[in-house]
């Protein structure tokens, strides 16, 4: 069990610095920052001084050095726009976000597992169609348009909720629908698909000719085994947390982590910018992490598979 | 026999003391507004020598006022604001009288000081002024201790070109001491840059930066609370030297889609919804509880041209892409006929100033393909950079010039760009890749054509700069119209520059006078004005 916790740490230790390395390379490859974030009307001896100011004069690799240097020091860099940390700035707008993405994520599971599961029990009925309908019509139609129709109905011609803002909880409930909705879409789709494969396979033939129930079967064996692509999506729906959230942010004038990536990356705040997918990548790699051991628990032929050998 | 203790006696003192703020704060029944705005500052903070943009003209003057106002509801006039009167006491030099008994924000009285540290190097020019010649750029870092950024000195030059000097005469009166004989310096000083601002508040700030976000001024409200790219709220100045304030609260909020800031005012979040575009103002109009207002602004659309770009150094080139403007086209298209086509970078509140008889280039195709022949232009690609509608309608409108440039034979390619900085940005200058033509908007925020013409193209305007036009002739020009006391000189003066900068040596080419549009209840008494500031004192309340 440690070998298999130490792997997956190390995996995503790596996976992490590449990221990161990523990060940096792509950002500054997408052009030089002073000439992007200073004005125009600069001088180039302003242009110059704040190449100094920021070690972009420096080579390349070295650059790359102090920045994984302070990365390790818990420095992540200051905006450019606004002078301070740029973790502060980031660390303010993560509550607003998470009060969409968590309760969304709770409409995720709580909607999309049990619909899916329901669908896959009854195969080819006319509930399994209707859920499969709403499911493809949910993750089909782009998060902006849903959001614009909820708020057309629920805020402009019912008047029963606000369309934008974030003065109270009410403010929340539309923005969190639009995240639900697509997402338990999706969840919906796979876990009907891992079930009905599920149900085909053998074991479950076995349990039922053997006389066990089939409320039983489906509960002891079905479910923790059409659980593990089931996982694998919400370990992804938990990695997007932070960043899962940018267009309906947007849509919703919700200040969050989305809204706040949008305005650094047109503003070409490289710290915030570097600071968001940071974290973002953290994140998702912690969710994948915790997926890996899950697996390893749902399945135990998962902690001692040998190398090649197929699960 | 109830005995009174220390303590009883103190604490009951003190909720005397508290009752009567208590109780107005209880009988306050003025209304609070929510306005939806695209946008509540560029910069991110409040300080007018930094945020120089349409969108921070909206709330300017309602947190600081200057000693002179522009009467932007009426006729356009300079009124007395912070200064009862003035006077010249020569060409060079203005005496004001302050307006007794003004109070900033912060309860502490106005003074002759406030005004002359509101014109001074703490706030103005910094320590070095001469170090922040010609910057404009964001420099980070530069923000920091109490500073003032580069920029901000640098648009307090381009603001008041002549500057020497702020005296102090007595508690009441001041004198701004110019270099140059002035002839707009009552126009000048009645700009937002020369809003007054507490001294004692700009000292109790940790920082230029935290101060420029809650400037202490004297204007109907004041900055409560502003959080960078999310919202401003101002409360009233219950001390204000006009009276108390008819609103409680006015509230921005950043709500980036034009649809987003439609639907918040349709569902009742906001009152106001601003920069509505001419396309939706009939659907908004036919509302029972909605109305559109607003109208021509003292603004005007152009398109911008980079003379030093390969293909547009010969003028020719450039009077072509002037005659290859269908205006009618863009107004009748995308503005329902309503906005005026200027007789060229005029107004007229110029007065006696204006030039009659000038107009926009002619649209005419065959004289623009004639030109490019004549230039021996053979479809090199000419960028055209391109933001995302910061201006209203400014995507539809650059696919109507663009259709028409390439009529003509005119090869313009559109660069799309996230920023002002992107789209100004000098990487390439003088190359095929570098700047060609952009699209700009000038105000004329006094009545006087230095205030637009030369603020924009002179020598300290933007275009000539950042190196994108410049023309002797012009710049000896701009000197006489900013510094000449003869008004026939002046007028002479300005008529040449007109034709230099869009007939001969074309700097840019004026599309259309800017219209802003205002969605808003219906029941709410407000006017809009004659340019972005939306004024919520009571001069413009139920008046």
Not at chain 1, 63 to 80: E, K, P, T
Not at chain 1, 120 to 139: E, K, T, W
Not at chain 1, 247 to 267: H, Q, T
Not at chain 2, 107 to 126: I, Y
Request: proline fraction near 7%; aromatic fraction near 8%; include cysteine.
């Amino acid at each position: 069990m440690l070998r298999f916790l130490g792997l997956r740490l190390a995996r995503a230790l790596l996976t992490l610095a590449l990221v990161v390395t990523f990060a940096f390379v792509v950002l500054r490859l997408s052009g030089d920052p002073a000439l992007l974030i200073m004005s125009a009307d600069a001088p180039p001896e302003a242009i110059a001084a704040f190449r100094r100011a920021w070690g972009l004069d420096d080579p390349l690799w070295e650059q790359y050095v102090r920045y994984f240097a302070a990365i390790f020091r818990g420095d992540l860099g200051q905006s450019m726009r606004d002078g301070r940390p740029a973790i502060e700035l980031v660390a303010e707008r993560i509550p607003a976000t998470l009060a969409l993405t968590l309760p969304a994520l709770l409409i995720k599971i709580g909607l999309g597992i049990p619909a899916g599961v329901y669908a896959a029990l009854h195969r080819n009925s006319f509930a399994d169609r209707a859920v499969m309908l709403l499911a493809v019509a949910g993750f089909t139609v782009p998060s902006f348009v849903l959001g614009l129709v909820l708020v057309l109905v629920f805020a402009v011609t019912l008047g029963w909720l606000p369309s934008g803002g974030q003065e109270s909880w009410r403010h929340a409930i539309l923005p969190v629908i639009t995240l639900g909705i697509g997402g338990a879409a999706v969840l919906a789709r796979f876990t009907r698909s891992a079930m009905l494969e599920v149900l085909g396979q053998p074991y479950m033939r076995t349990a039922l000719a053997k006389g066990v129930p089939w409320h039983v079967a489906v509960r002891r064996h079905a479910l923790p085994n059409a659980a593990i692509p089931t996982v694998t999506i919400v370990g992804f729906m938990v990695g997007s947390l932070l960043a899962g959230a940018v267009v309906v942010e947007s849509v919703f004038s919700w200040p969050g982590v989305g809204r706040l990536l949008v305005v650094a990356v047109a503003n070409r705040d490289l710290a915030v910018v570097q600071c968001i997918l940071l974290l973002v990548a953290a994140t998702m790699v912690t969710a994948n992490l915790i997926v890996d051991l899950l697996y390893g628990a749902l399945d135990p032929r998962l902690r001692v598979a040998p190398k090649g050998a197929s699960a | 026999m109830p005995v009174l203790s220390r303590r009883t006696a103190l604490a009951s003192a003190g909720a005397v003391l508290a009752l009567p703020r208590f109780a107005i704060a209880q009988a306050d029944q003025r209304p609070s507004v929510t306005v939806a705005v695209q946008k509540i500052a560029n910069t991110n903070t409040l300080e007018t020598l930094r945020e120089q943009s349409n969108v921070g003209a909206r709330h300017g003057g309602s947190y600081g006022e200057a000693l002179i106002e522009q009467d932007w509801l009426g006729d356009l006039t300079l009124q007395p604001g912070l200064a009862t009167e003035w006077r010249r006491v020569d060409d060079r030099t203005l005496e004001f009288t302050l307006r007794p008994g003004v109070r900033f924000h912060d309860g502490r009285e106005m003074t002759a000081e406030d005004v002359a540290f509101s014109f001074g190097p703490q706030r103005m020019w910094g320590a070095d002024p001469a170090a922040a010649r010609n910057l404009f750029g964001n420099v980070p870092g530069r923000t920091g201790g109490k500073e003032p950024p580069p920029e901000a000195a640098a648009i307090a030059r381009r603001t008041y070109p002549g500057f020497e000097r702020i005296e102090v005469v007595d508690a009441r009166t001041v004198r701004f001491v110019n270099r140059i004989p002035d002839p707009a310096l009552e126009g000048r000083l009645s700009r937002t840059t020369g809003m007054v601002l507490s001294q004692a508040g700009f000292e109790a700030a940790n920082s230029w930066l935290d101060w420029a976000r809650k400037p202490v001024g004297t204007g109907p409200y004041k900055v409560a609370e502003f959080r960078p790219d999310q919202s401003l709220t101002l409360v009233a100045h219950d001390e204000h030297w006009r009276g108390r304030p008819p609103l409680r609260q006015i509230r921005f909020i950043e709500v980036p889609e034009v649809s987003g800031r439609i639907n918040a005012l349709l569902s009742g979040e906001a009152d106001f919804a601003c920069d509505i575009p001419p396309d939706q103002t009939d659907a908004l109009d036919r509302s029972a509880r909605h109305e559109v207002v607003g109208g021509p602004i003292m603004n005007h659309r152009l398109t911008v041209f980079d003379k030093s770009h390969p293909s547009l150094r010969d003028a020719g080139i450039r009077r072509a892409f002037t005659h290859a403007v269908d205006r009618k086209a863009i107004v009748d298209a995308l503005w329902g006929g309503r906005a005026p086509v200027p007789p060229g970078l005029q107004f007229a509140y110029y007065g006696p100033m204006l030039v009659e008889g000038w107009e926009a280039p002619r649209f005419d195709p065959a004289e623009a393909r004639r030109l490019l022949r004549e230039a021996n232009y053979r479809g090199e690609p000419i960028p055209y950079r391109l933001l995302n509608n910061y201006y209203t309608a400014q995507v539809p409108t650059a696919q109507i010039l663009l259709e028409g440039w390439r009529a003509v034979g005119l090869n313009v390619v559109i660069e799309m760009k996230e920023n002002f900085p992107q789209v100004l940005s000098n990487a390439g200058a003088g190359t095929p890749a570098g700047r060609g033509v952009r699209d700009w908007s000038n105000s004329a925020s006094f009545n006087d054509p230095v205030a637009s013409l030369t603020a924009q193209h002179g020598p300290e305007g933007q275009q000539w700069q950042i190196g994108e036009w410049r023309n002797e002739e012009f710049g000896r020009l701009s000197a006489v119209l900013e510094g000449s006391m003869d008004r026939e000189e002046r007028r002479r003066a300005f008529r040449r520059m007109l034709e230099i900068a869009e007939r001969e040596d074309p700097a840019y080419t004026v599309l259309h006078q800017t219209l802003n549009f205002t969605a808003k209840r219906r029941d709410l008494p407000w006017k809009a004005g004659q340019s972005f500031f939306m004024d919520f004192s009571a001069r413009n309340w139920g008046a």
